[in-house]
């Protein structure tokens, strides 16, 4: 079960072990500019989201056939740059047990990845540059290497975790340098490991927020396979109807 968490602290010395980041063209330095802003320039907001999630027994690249579980709705409440989650209910009802104990479950879709991938002391290596057009707007498209020792990616599996080194791909906007589409893939896990594939990606797009428009989070999807199995799981994410949030806000939402 894919959550992406906070650097961790080995990550954050990883820096002084290893040097300063990587040289970076100015794209990569401008995008990081606007991410290091990201959480400041945003109001308090709450948004509702729905995780539709599906699994499958035979995954055989084009032929699987994913069968849908349940649906998890859930308050997402950004206060101050902070991520929590609230009223979280399984087809309409409150769950027996945590929810990261009922089935695949991800977080951080928000400022984590986002500034995790861009932070210096994360030292990505961005390459192979291109042009691109990403939901109608022309886009800069990279790949990207985040070793090992330098991630913050914290991959939950049943009471095991992992924080494995990835690869992917970033999209950022070439006129605002805001990043447009970020995707993850796990590489390396260990065979002790259950899980043996990892992979996540975050949509972000412009959103209203009490008349103002804002880059945020609007669809995401985060795949999960048993080591050794063909049994994967699939979450389907879907963020809507955000709000401004207040000490005097009061948090309802029209049933899904």
Not at 110 to 124: E, M, N, R, S
Request: charged share 25%; net charge negative; aromatic share 10%.
């Amino acid at each position: 079960m894919p959550e992406r968490g906070e650097p961790t602290e080995n990550a954050a010395r990883a820096g002084s072990v290893f040097g300063g980041p990587r040289a970076s063209d100015p794209v990569i330095q401008s995008a990081r500019d606007a991410a290091a802003q990201f959480t400041d320039s945003l109001p308090n907001y709450v948004v509702k989201q729905f995780t539709t999630r599906y699994q499958t027994d035979a995954a055989h690249g084009n032929r699987t056939s994913w069968q849908a579980l349940d649906i998890v709705t859930a308050d997402v409440v950004c206060e101050n740059g902070k991520e929590s989650y609230k009223n979280i209910l399984v087809n309409g009802k409150p769950p027996r047990d945590d929810i990261e104990k009922s089935g695949s479950w991800s977080t951080g879709e928000f400022a984590t990845v986002l500034q995790g991938i861009l932070a210096p002391y994360t030292d990505a290596d961005f390459h192979n540059k291109r042009s691109v057009t990403i939901n109608r707007h022309a886009a800069f498209e990279y790949d990207y290497t985040v070793d090992q020792p330098r991630s913050g990616w914290h991959v939950f599996a049943s009471s095991e975790s992992y924080v494995p080194g990835y690869t992917g791909s970033i999209w950022i906007d070439k006129e605002t340098f805001r990043v447009l589409r970020i995707e993850m893939s796990a590489v390396n896990m260990p065979k002790s490991f259950a899980l043996d594939a990892v992979e996540s990606a975050v949509d972000y797009d412009y959103v209203m927020i009490s008349d103002q428009q804002y880059l945020l989070p609007t669809h995401s999807e985060a795949l999960s396979c048993m080591r050794g199995t063909s049994e994967c799981t699939r979450n389907v994410i879907e963020f809507r109807n955000y709000k401004k949030f207040g000490a005097d806000t009061s948090i309802t939402f029209d049933k899904p």
